[in-house]
């Protein structure tokens, strides 16, 4: 899927979903870069989204409050979203000056950002195996102390 050919486009390498934000991107792109982050998140079978910024060389804090969303989107979502780059000098001071860099995954080139989604993705597949396991325990656990009946009440 391509949306603007000097911007946006969307396209998968090894089951991640890549949208790359390419030249520069201001107000009047961000229902594009919304659409395409909204639609790597949910179409299809990935391993996560990773979001390559190597080729943008301007954004403003429009389109950074759009990452910041795709961000807590695919948190809610439990799904990996990580940044690649290299980044351009003014992407990074961006990034340095708001203080993302301590809340967005960020890698320095796209190879290790589709490591990074799948470090991820398997940490969240072994966080879920752990709840799934708890809950298996649980449920062994409770009918032998409960036995269905309502708790005595000691005097």
Do not use: K, W
């Amino acid at each position: 899927m391509v949306f603007d050919r000097q911007s946006i486009d969307v396209t998968r390498q090894d089951r991640v979903t890549v949208v790359c934000f390419r030249n520069e991107l201001d107000l009047e792109d961000t229902t594009e870069a919304t659409l395409a982050l909204s639609r790597a998140l949910t179409e299809g079978p990935t391993d996560g989204t990773l979001l390559d910024l190597s080729g943008l060389t301007f954004a403003d804090s429009t389109q950074l409050n759009v990452i910041l969303r795709a961000h807590g989107d695919h948190l809610h979502a439990q799904r990996p979203f990580v940044l690649a780059g290299p980044y351009q000098p003014g992407i990074a001071r961006l990034f340095e000056v708001t203080g993302v860099t301590d809340v967005l995954n960020m890698a320095d080139t796209r190879d290790e950002g589709i490591r990074r989604i799948r470090e991820l993705r398997d940490e969240l597949l072994d966080a879920d195996a752990d709840a799934d396991a708890d809950a298996d325990a649980d449920a062994a656990i409770a009918p032998a102390s409960d036995q269905g009946h309502p708790p005595s009440a000691s005097m």
